[in-house]
């Protein structure tokens, strides 16, 4: 079965950058990939997804800010985070839009001054 290992994250202050990478173990070029995260005491949550023809979706709060991507050929996603503020802080993970695939560990992003 596919393994997802996620990277990247980091402590950054308010308005800085991160890139996240997911690299997956076995081919993903035809699943919907998104990103998800959990913050301290909520619910894991969707915040954007890649469709397998790179078409991309957000919710409003990253709109503008993130930007997520897609290297088929390295089994990877990438999340692009920039003007970060302290309600980004959170675990961060990928999986398919489905959520077929085993959790990975996730990578915690921080974002405080």
């Known amino acids: 079965q596919v393994q997802l290992v996620e990277s990247g994250g980091g402590l950054v202050q308010p308005g800085g950058s991160l890139r996240l990478s997911c690299t997956a173990s076995?081919?993903?070029?035809?699943?919907?990939m998104a990103w998800y995260r959990q913050a301290p005491g909520k619910s894991r949550e969707p915040i954007a997804h890649?469709?397998?023809?790179?078409?991309?979706r957000y919710i409003n709060s990253v709109k503008g800010r993130f930007a997520v991507s897609r290297d088929n050929a390295k089994n990877t996603v990438f999340l692009q985070m920039n003007s970060l503020n302290p309600e980004d802080t959170a675990v961060y993970y990928c999986?398919?839009?489905?959520?077929?695939?085993?959790w990975g560990q996730g990578t915690q992003v921080t974002v405080a001054s």
């Open positions: 890649i469709t397998s023809g790179g078409d991309t």
């Open positions: 999986n398919t839009l489905s959520q077929t695939l085993p």
């Open positions: 076995g081919s993903i070029f035809n699943f919907y």
